[in-house]
Nanobody
C-alpha cells in the first residue's frame, strides 16, 4: 500500500518561510501528479498546489502564487512545497496527495493517496 509521509511543518512568524516535504513509499503509482492541500479549523480542505510528475508542470491556488513553489525529486519519490512570505491566513494542516492518473486537478476526490498531514502555524 502506498504511503505518503509529510515533514517540515512548524511555527513561524509572518513573513517567514517553511519547506514541506512528502516522501512516497512506492513509485509505481506515480504516473500522474502529486499535490498539496490544506485545511484550516472549521473550513473545508482546499487545493494549494500540484505538479505533474513527468513534466514537472506546476499549478497553484491564486492566493499562494509568487509565494509558494512546488517541486519534485523523481529519484527520491519526494515532492516539496517551499513556502515564503507566510501569512497568518496560511495557518492550516497541510496534506500531501498523490494520484495515478494524468492531470493536475484541484479537487480532493481526484487524488487517490493522502498523507497524515503536518501543522503549519503562522503567527502575526
Amino acid at each position: 500500500q502506498v504511503q505518503l509521509v509529510e515533514s517540515g511543518g512548524g511555527l513561524v512568524q509572518a513573513g517567514g518561510s517553511l519547506r514541506l516535504s512528502c516522501a512516497a513509499s512506492e513509485v509505481t503509482f506515480i504516473m500522474g501528479a502529486m499535490g498539496w492541500f490544506r485545511q484550516a479549523p472549521g473550513k473545508e480542505r482546499e487545493f494549494v498546489a500540484a505538479i505533474d510528475w513527468i513534466a514537472g508542470s506546476p499549478v497553484y491556488l491564486d492566493s499562494v502564487k509568487g509565494r509558494f513553489t512546488i517541486s519534485r525529486d523523481t529519484a527520491k519519490n519526494t515532492v516539496y512545497l517551499q513556502m515564503n512570505s507566510l501569512k497568518p491566513e496560511d495557518t492550516a494542516v497541510y496534506y500531501c496527495a498523490g494520484r495515478n492518473r494524468w492531470g493536475t486537478p484541484r479537487g480532493t476526490p481526484d487524488y487517490n493517496y493522502w498523507g497524515q498531514g503536518t501543522q503549519v502555524t503562522v503567527s502575526s
